[in-house]
């Protein structure tokens, strides 16, 4: 009798790990393979971009096993991610509501156990997504409130299981959001307790990408992005890739892939992935993947320079979404820069004038084009600053010998404008700087240095930062540790904080 019985626990152990082990002990009983098999395919629904037969997968789940958290949890994610695509207040409200159901579940699987490694995975990984959502609405203090309580659950499910590979998805996800966390919000973190991690990130989420069950995609979705991010590039596309091939329904791989090729300077390889992405959304339309791939699009054109191209592709996106104001400034400036070029001024204005006013430390591209487009309202493109974009665009390309032309003559023909010629300098420093031409870094500089512009005031800390490191590629470091200290001269001024944060890095590496 003894010997069955250990038998029967060691049975039920093994049925425990190999069907992810739910702490859900209720009568009567529950056929976990099932559940979990059901759970594996609203997963691959999803990610197959068939949301409505994913949501109805996972509350089949929630019949099967009442009480565990599989089911409210993933379906929570669903809509999520369709916030975040679609902006529509009813799948925030959806998310809010699984999420407390989840959480519900998970406290009652801990009131009985205590050390439940599974509830404090799926319990941590709630408070990440309602953190992350948070985040997205601006609320940055309550994103790290939920993002705290989210990393000691998740880092105590680890410690106590370190197989449970998802669980490293989360604990990966939150070690590296933290590190890219405003400046000005790094005592925060400090004060409870949490210590940015970038490689630790990385490698939580690599383990979940290649062990996971159930975050496996989750996982290599983010690595892509933050591998793309830390110039890791050739591992960013390995992982995408493996996406797109194994989920070709979901275009929104092709897009981000379009988007990877685009900024790696493969212009051809991303106009290639857009417009299949929408040629493969024409078979079943979402309305969010035709937003995103027209926007995507917008953006390939406007880099080539083909502004009527561009200008088509971000109408149709302007045209077709539903909650604009959540659509960056750095967007609208482009779109009207487009219209623009195509002589439409007046649609230009239109797209100006949907810029919004934001807080510089949280969004500072956004305070800097939102300022541009209120220009750009009263006045329209100068000659120089066609020059500009062109140059800017041709550069984006690699082709820096076009992009020193069009520098050179934006140079030439601002005239007196001296907002114009500094950002033209200093676009010249940084293509000499590309091409290594640090000496020639070191002789144009002092003619940026020469002018006074009054509100391109990031113009000139940011020239001594490229001539601090010309200065230092050429292993003149005092004089570069001059150039560098030179930017603490500056205050309150677009882009500051991550400028500071560049010239502290490049100063370390002059000391090593």
Not at 106 to 135: I, P, S, V, W
Not at 177 to 205: M, N
Not at 379 to 393: D, F, Y
């Amino acid at each position: 009798m003894h010997s069955r019985s250990r038998r029967a626990r060691l049975t039920f152990a093994l049925a425990f790990m190999c069907t992810w082990g739910s702490t859900v002990r209720s009568a009567p009983p529950v056929d976990w393979a099932a559940v979990h098999a059901t759970t594996m395919r609203g997963i691959d629904l999803f990610y197959r971009l068939d949301t409505d037969a994913a949501i109805q997968t996972f509350d089949s789940v929630s019949r099967m096993a009442p009480g565990d958290p599989r089911g409210p949890f993933f379906r929570s994610i669903v809509h999520f991610s369709l916030y975040l695509l679609d902006h529509n207040q009813h799948d925030h409200d959806a998310f809010l509501r699984a999420s407390e159901r989840t959480i519900a579940a998970c406290e009652q699987l801990l009131n009985q156990d205590d050390h439940d490694a599974t509830a404090k995975f799926y319990l941590g990984g709630t408070y990440g997504y309602r953190g992350m959502l948070l985040q997205s609405e601006g609320s940055m203090l309550k994103a790290i409130s939920e993002g705290r309580q989210a990393y000691v659950l998740l880092e105590e499910a680890v410690e106590e299981r370190p197989d449970l590979c998802d669980a490293h998805m989360g604990l990966g996800l939150f070690r590296y959001l933290v590190t890219k966390a405003p400046r000005s919000f790094h005592w925060v973190l400090k004060l409870i307790g949490i210590t940015p991690d970038l490689e630790g990130g990385l490698q939580s989420l690599m383990l979940a990408a290649e062990r996971g069950i159930y975050t496996r995609n989750e996982a290599r979705l983010y690595l892509a992005q933050f591998l793309f991010n830390e110039h890791r590039k050739d591992e960013a596309f390995r992982y995408l890739t493996e996406l797109c091939q194994e989920y070709p329904e979901n275009a929104l791989f092709l897009v981000l892939r379009a988007s990877f090729s685009q900024r790696d300077g493969r212009p051809d390889d991303a106009l290639k992935d857009a417009q299949e992405a929408l040629r493969r959304n024409g078979r079943h339309p979402l309305r969010y993947v035709q937003e995103i791939a027209c926007n995507t699009l917008g953006g390939i054109y406007f880099a080539r320079s083909d502004f009527a191209s561009a200008r088509k592709y971000y109408m149709m996106y302007a045209d077709s979404l539903r909650a604009p104001e959540r659509i960056s400034n750095w967007m609208w400036y482009r779109y009207g820069v487009a219209c623009e070029f195509s002589g439409d001024r007046t649609t230009a204005i239109a797209a100006y004038s949907r810029a919004r006013k934001n807080k510089d430390d949280l969004r500072p591209n956004d305070a800097y084009y939102y300022r541009r487009a209120q220009e750009l309202i009263s006045r329209p493109l100068t000659a120089a600053e066609t020059m500009m974009v062109k140059a800017g665009n041709a550069f984006g390309a690699k082709d820096y010998g076009t992009a020193q032309q069009l520098y050179d003559n934006a140079v030439r023909i601002a005239g007196t404008d001296q907002e114009a010629q500094s950002r033209a300098l200093l676009g010249t420093l940084q293509v000499q700087y590309e091409v290594k031409q640090y000496d020639d870094v070191v002789r144009t500089a002092p003619q940026l240095f020469a002018l006074s512009p009054h509100r391109e005031l990031w113009v000139l800390p940011q020239g001594y930062f490229k001539l601090g490191q010309a200065l230092a590629r050429l292993n003149r470091k005092e004089e570069a540790r001059r150039a560098l200290k030179m930017v603490d001269k500056y205050d309150d001024y677009e882009f500051q904080e991550q400028l500071e944060e560049r010239v502290e890095e490049e100063l370390k590496g002059l000391d090593d």
